[in-house]
């Protein structure tokens, strides 16, 4: 494969697009936006008007948009990627979606003799500018071991997790685990604070023990500096919650503390900060 499309430049997905341009690939862009994809036009990269012509030149297309719906527009339709794209064509959806609307394009591009692979990431813009994202597959061995290369430019740890729809249902588990992960670390700074501790010190301490991770390494740090720019959006956190919540519905599953997470940050975009990075949740604990 040479020619790869790549739909959505936002935040990570322009530094993932830009990995498969240093590694020499003809990198085919659109967005809604073309100020977003000026960077990667000026190294080199070609832009298109439309998904559909997009998807016609190229042997395999990767999508990172915001949100199901954009995932089902850029798809359908006689404009869409899958009615324009080649036979034998590799269509990888990076974007968190739905778990139900990844089979439904698994089995769309099955009946048009395409590959489909639903692959979310998580790493934030931290991973994607290091190529250290997680990529969590569903699909297809075929078409995964067609996407391994391009992965492997992207990311460090890559998993093919089952059949279309898995590589969602991973991503969901991923961030019910991040949701209480940011309250945790939030409520673990609010209360140093409130002893008077040094915040800072506290986090160079206690990431080296059984309370460590990215959240609070990485974002706790975010949140001390108030340094609220988006890694990842607010307002996306919350579309995957909610995505995570309903599907936990169907399962018959209660998730108490995942509610109590959305209800949280649904809080924070209501006060204005729906574009702000996750760590912005810090807000609601040191405003008290």
């Known amino acids: 494969m040479k020619h790869i499309g790549f739909i959505g430049t936002g935040v990570m997905g322009k530094s993932m697009a830009g990995h498969l341009l240093e590694k020499g690939y003809h990198i085919h862009l659109y967005t809604r936006t073309r100020a977003k994809a000026e960077d990667l036009l ?53 974007t968190t979606s739905r778990p139900d609307l990844a089979v439904k394009i698994a089995a769309e591009a099955e009946k048009r003799k395409l590959f489909a692979l639903d692959a979310p990431v998580s790493g934030g813009d931290i991973g994607a500018k290091n190529a250290a994202l997680a990529i969590m597959s569903g699909g297809s061995k075929k078409a995964f071991t067609l996407a391994e290369p391009l992965f492997k430019i992207m990311g460090e740890n890559i998993q093919l997790l089952g059949d279309a729809g898995a590589g969602q249902f991973t991503k969901m ?29 506290v986090i160079n301490t206690i990431e080296t023990g059984a309370a460590g991770s990215f959240s609070l390494s990485k974002l706790g740090r975010r949140m001390l500096e108030e340094d609220f720019e988006p890694g990842f959006y607010v307002k996306h956190f919350i579309k995957d919650m909610r995505i995570a919540i309903e599907s936990a519905k169907e399962m018959n599953l209660n998730l108490p503390g995942l509610a109590l997470a959305e209800s949280l940050y649904t809080r924070m975009s209501e006060a204005g900060y729906e574009d702000a990075g996750t760590q912005v949740l810090i807000k609601y604990y040191f405003q008290k």
């Open 173 to 201: 588990a991923n961030q019910i685990a991040i949701a209480s992960t940011m309250m945790g670390v939030s409520e673990s700074l609010a209360y140093a604070k409130a002893a008077g501790l040094d915040t800072a010190q």
């Open 42 to 94: 000026e190294k080199g990269a070609e832009w298109h008007e439309t998904p559909a012509a997009l998807a016609g030149r190229c042997d395999a297309v990767i999508t990172m948009v915001g949100y199901p719906k954009d995932v089902e527009e850029v798809y359908f339709g006689e404009e869409g990627i899958l009615s324009n794209a080649r036979e034998g064509t590799l269509l990888i959806d990076m």
